[in-house]
């Protein structure tokens, strides 16, 4: 099995994902933003360790895996991993212009193999768009080693419909209409290269996946990974799967909420876990 679906690889070397009109914009974002207070669930793995060694499957433009070596580099080892080599080469560049020690490779997450265990994997937004999204989730939980981390998001069964059927009822309609309609939607991002290459991966993307928190939880759980925390419930203790599983139906209803309100919301869940 390969992640190269050659329509996927075409996609992403034409506008590679959150990517900046120019380096030093990026630069600027990276210096700016540490990423543990974008997602504060980070900082308690973080805290679990001395020193943590971390790989983020589906790195694209290499925004997490640079932020994190300039704010906790002197804690963190970071690689990227990603099958475009074009945004690799965007990624390094970055990387050389901060002068960090953090590592990218190009590679296939099905084929990718190393000699390093990982304290923590991290794959965002990626794994739904490979040709077996579950046999993907079991590749890269390889690479953890005892007790490590798995953060991983991932469009949501029915949290991600509502956004779809928003812009399925434009399939008339022009690319640069759709794009308009997406800015009043995710009106955070001022960067028109960056937010076009959100636009692109969220709406015109030539193949995707949408999954269940139950679902997943039972991928990871076969994988030896023992389900900690999710997005659904706003990161609590998970006290009984069940009860999450019941509830995440509620997510269409939230979303159709978000549309509703022109909020942006594209339906997209974390699960962390833990392995054994």
Known sequence: MTFKNEKVLEFYEQLPFNIYGDLKS???????FDP?????????????????????????GGWLVNSISYHHGDKAEVTGVDFNPVVIKYANELKDKLKLNAKFISSDLFTFKSEIKYDLIISLGVL????????????????????????LGLYHKYGRKPFLE???????????????KYKKLHKNIKDEKKLYSWFRDQVLHPHETQHTFEEISQVL??????????????????????????????????????????????????????KE
């Open 166 to 180: 928003y812009f399925k009822e434009m399939n008339n309609k022009s690319e640069g209409y759709k794009f308009e």
């Open 26 to 32: 990026a630069e600027e974002q990276i210096k700016k």
């Open 221 to 274: 759980i076969e994988e030896k990974y023992n389900i900690q925390s999710c997005s659904l419930n706003k990161f609590k203790k998970i006290e009984n799967l069940e009860e999450i599983f019941l509830k995440e139906k509620e997510q269409y209803q939230y979303s159709l909420n978000k549309i509703k309100n022109c909020e942006y919301f594209p339906g997209f869940f974390i699960t962390i876990a833990k």
């Open 128 to 151: 739904h768009h490979t040709n077996n999204c579950h046999e993907a989730i079991k590749s890269i939980c390889r690479e953890g080693k005892k007790n490590s981390f798995m953060f």
């Open 36 to 60: 543990i207070k974008i997602y504060p669930e980070l900082g308690k793995i973080f805290s679990e360790y001395e020193k943590i060694k971390i790989i983020d499957f589906g790195c694209g």
